[in-house]
């Protein structure tokens, strides 16, 4: 018998879609940070994805993902649940940050109760929802840091069970890179897929596009999370696949030795060889100063968006092939 899907104040029943604020944080001066959220009850049995994004404020193009793909699911012909948010983070999404504006950093989960603001927002974020999927996809797009090639990452750390059936949801979702995520030094991972991956709930972090709103962002996100939907058998019909994915275990960050203005000479997505010309940066009166050239051969990950940069910043990413 299939029942009522509940989140904090708002309930779906079988075959309903309904949309609303869940609280994700209340300030000692009784502020309130509402997050919103589609939920999607499907008239069918079957399991619940967890779909997140806008966790960084700039991450804008993940929005409308977020938007069609709730408007798109036929709540009668879903087998499961959906929980989509459009916009995780609605402080650094106000404030235009990629970051959350108190404190400079990100929701992570499990969060806590008692902690920042960003630590706050992902305690609620976890036990009202991350701890109901059974899959998750966190989406991440183009920022003011970084324009991205269309990327899954998944967590290679995981049970070899739950890393090859993230594998599957990545092969579906047609990214044009599969990043096997190994775990980053010391202490417990903070992020979502990560920690949703340990639990038992098969998971990607998806990155891709360039920052603001445009159709083929849109489409290809909105594509990816369809298409993962019918992998798991809760959507008829099989994946619609354009691209062969090329799969990387590690990416090498590349840094400016040099402050100035950076022009990227060459595209996310774009393969390149050792030694190529990454981009070139100018000074004030447009005269050259330097170049950053490609430490490895592979396919760029995310290169550099806003231009000006400091000295010792990062400005591309290049994934070994
Ligand atoms: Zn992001």
């Known amino acids: ?26 300030s000692a001066a009784g502020i309130q940070v509402q997050a919103p959220v589609f939920l999607i009850n499907g008239a069918h049995e079957g399991p619940t994805l967890v779909v997140t994004s806008g966790v960084h404020g700039d991450d804008l193009n993940t929005i409308p993902m977020t938007w069609r793909i709730a408007e798109q699911i036929d709540a009668g012909q879903l087998r499961g ?47 009202k929802i991350v701890v109901k999927a059974d899959y998750l996809i966190d989406m991440h797009g183009g920022s003011k840091r970084s324009t991205l090639a269309a990327l899954a990452g998944i967590d290679g750390a995981a049970p070899d069970g739950i890393v090859k059936r993230s594998y599957d949801m990545a092969e ?29 709930a098969p998971s990607l972090i998806i990155g891709m596009g360039r920052m603001g709103f445009n159709a083929e962002d849109t489409e290809r996100g909105t594509r990816g999370v369809l298409n993962v939907l019918k992998r798991l058998k809760m959507l008829d019909g099989e994946p619609e696949l354009r691209v062969t994915p090329r799969e990387t275990g590690s ?9 100035g203005s950076f022009f990227p000479t060459v595209e996310a997505a774009q393969e ?13 009166f447009g005269d050259e100063i330097g170049r950053v050239t490609a430490q490895t051969n592979g396919m760029v990950a995310a290169i550099r968006f806003y231009p000006v940069i400091s000295a010792g910043e990062w400005v591309a990413s290049v994934a070994r092939l």
């Not at 417990?188 to 991956?197: C, E, L, N, T």
């Not at 990416?251 to 402050?259: K, S, V």
């Open 1 to 26: 018998m299939k029942t009522e899907l509940k989140v904090d104040g708002l309930t779906a029943g079988p075959g309903e879609k309904v949309k609303g604020f869940v609280l994700f944080d209340e």
């Open 81 to 127: 649940q959906v929980i989509a948010i459009p916009v995780v983070n609605p402080l650094a999404f106000e404030a235009g940050t990629h970051l959350t504006p108190a404190d400079n950093d990100t929701p992570s989960v499990p969060g806590n109760a008692h902690g920042t603001i960003s630590e706050r927002i992902g305690h609620n974020l976890y036990h």
């Open 172 to 200: 579906a979702f047609n990214t044009d890179l599969i990043i096997v995520m190994q775990p980053k030094g010391e202490g417990p991972p903070k992020a979502m897929f990560q920690i949703a991956s340990r639990n038992g």
């Open 251 to 259: 990416e090498l960050y590349h840094y400016t030795p040099y402050g």
């Open 272 to 284: 390149v060889g050792e030694g190529d010309v990454l981009g070139i940066v100018y000074d004030v």
